[in-house]
Each structure stands twice: as structure tokens, then as C-alpha cells.
């Protein structure tokens, strides 16, 4: 089980929308659409954003959207807030009930 | 209101074991798909999967880590367990349980604890 590979920062103006990728193999990303973001502020827990790689959770805003790609999956944020600035892991599942986790991508808001 | 909140030692020494109690409330863990996971942060690092252990008792371990992992779940007290043998100063970090429930939100991490610091030193 190797990290998924993330891009450690991404900026982005209020209103802007960013992407975030997300690569993994065929073993995880690849071959499951069970790719799921988190966005985690300082001091704080993880807070679930998209899971089966598109679904959001109740209460999340439709600004979050999920989509995936062979190895990699994408978070994109749209009409970016300055509430927005945080930390964004995304992980999959990569069976015999493992998970694995990206190595986190932290999101300025300029 | 689902729960989770884990307990356990602020510090512990090199060489020994390190036992995390998670406890759930909120929720029953006798539903099917249902499981918990501890996840591991160290300080300004990513978050690292660590064990899994599913409502019918079933257990999974990081590949990395499993020999020196046991996770179990006492249903009567709402808590799942994790012990790690042989702490290191590098296994410094803040430890979380998360669940998952397939039916709910699939393969994902939906409720955390709010972590629980544990710092190895002598």
C-alpha cells in the first residue's frame, strides 16, 4: 500500500475554483470507485466532502464535486471561500478492507 | 448523535505498548457493514490507514504495521480497541477512530473522534 500521490499546495482567489488530483494504481484508484476527500482545519478532525468518488454527504455544499479518471480521482472546489483554506486528503479503497490515504493538499485561498 | 471519542495514554515510553480505547455511542455496531478504523496524523504529516474492524469481527491491518497491530471491539461497552507493540518516537502522533458504514456512505470515513495525541519519549 504506497500513499496516493497529491499535490502539496493549490492556490485560488475567492470565487475561483480549484482542482485537486488524487493518483493512485490499478490496485486502489483504479479499481474501485470508492475514492473519498476530507477536508481537515488545523487542530481539528477529518470532515468527510465526497465519497463513491461523486457522492456528497447531506449538509456538504455543491460547490465540492468529485469525479475520477483511470488512477486518478479530483476534487474540484468551486466559488472558493476564505472558509475553504484547509488541508484535503483524499483516500480509496484498495480491498482485503485496506485504505489507503493521498499525502494531503493544502488549499490557500488568496 | 453518533459519537466517537478515543482514550488512552498522553505519553508513553520506547518499547512499549500502546493501548487506544475508541468509544462509539449513537449508533449500534451489531449493524451489518458496519466497522471502525484507526487512522494515524503525525504532527504536520498526512494521515496514515492503520486497522479495521467490521461489525461481524472482521480485521484488517496495515500492511506495514500489521505485526505490531491487534485491533478488537467489545460490543457490551461500545469500545474497539487498538494496541501497537514496540512504540517508537516516530509512531508520535494524533490517533483517530473513524466509521464506516456501507449502506450509508460507502467505503468512506463519515464519523471521526476527535483525536487523541500520543507523543513516545523516555
Known amino acids: 500500500q504506497s500513499a496516493l500521490t497529491q499535490p502539496r499546495s493549490v492556490s485560488g482567489s475567492p470565487g475561483q475554483s480549484v482542482t485537486i488530483s488524487c493518483t493512485g494504481t490499478?490496485?486502489?484508484?483504479?479499481?474501485?470507485?470508492?475514492v473519498s476527500w476530507y477536508q481537515q482545519h488545523p487542530g481539528k478532525a477529518p470532515k468527510l466532502l465526497i465519497y463513491d468518488v461523486i457522492k456528497r454527504p447531506s449538509g456538504v455544499p455543491d460547490r465540492f464535486s468529485g469525479s475520477k479518471s483511470g488512477n486518478t480521482a479530483s476534487l474540484t472546489v468551486s466559488g472558493l471561500q476564505a472558509e475553504d483554506e484547509a488541508d484535503y486528503y483524499c483516500t480509496s479503497y484498495a480491498g482485503d478492507n485496506k485504505w489507503v490515504f493521498g499525502g494531503g493538499t493544502k488549499l490557500t485561498v488568496l | 448523535q453518533v459519537t466517537l471519542k478515543e482514550s488512552g495514554p498522553v505519553v508513553v515510553k520506547p518499547t512499549e505498548t500502546l493501548t487506544l480505547t475508541c468509544t462509539v455511542s449513537?449508533?449500534?455496531?451489531?449493524?451489518?457493514?458496519?466497522?471502525v478504523s484507526w487512522i494515524r496524523q503525525p504532527p504536520g504529516r498526512a494521515l496514515e490507514w492503520l486497522a479495521h474492524?467490521?461489525?461481524?469481527?472482521?480485521?484488517s491491518y496495515s500492511t506495514s504495521l500489521k505485526s505490531r497491530l491487534t485491533i478488537s471491539k467489545d460490543t457490551s461497552k461500545s469500545h474497539v480497541v487498538l494496541t501497537m507493540s514496540n512504540m517508537d518516537p516516530v509512531d508520535t502522533a494524533t490517533y483517530y477512530c473513524?466509521?464506516?458504514?456501507?449502506?450509508?456512505?460507502?467505503?468512506?470515513?463519515?464519523?471521526w473522534g476527535q483525536g487523541a495525541l500520543v507523543t513516545v519519549s523516555s
Open positions: 449513537g449508533f449500534s455496531f451489531n449493524n451489518a457493514k458496519m466497522g
Open positions: 474492524i467490521f461489525s461481524h469481527d472482521e480485521k
Open positions: 490499478s490496485s486502489d484508484v483504479g479499481n474501485y470507485n470508492y
Open positions: 473513524a466509521r464506516i458504514w456501507i449502506p450509508a456512505t460507502g467505503y468512506s470515513f463519515e464519523y
